[in-house]
């Protein structure tokens, strides 16, 4: 995962197709965006909305045993 503050996060899932990356790359994407909202709505006080310049977006790695 990166993200558009510069941050990067590797996560160690392994998936046998590429398409099965691809949709777990997506879901992890519509999840940082989905987090955010619920943390904001459950709690604006600590947690201020969603800014829209922060995106998230994925990339694959094609590992080979």
Request: charged share 35%.
């Amino acid at each position: 995962m990166t993200y558009s503050d510069g941050d990067r996060e590797e996560l160690d899932e392994f998936f046998e197709t590429e398409s099965e990356a691809e949709e777990f790359g997506l879901e992890q994407v519509s999840n940082f965006y989905s987090g955010g909202e619920v943390l904001h709505l459950s709690n604006p006080g600590d947690y201020p909305a969603p800014r829209e310049e922060v995106e998230a977006d994925y990339e694959v790695f094609e590992f080979e045993d």
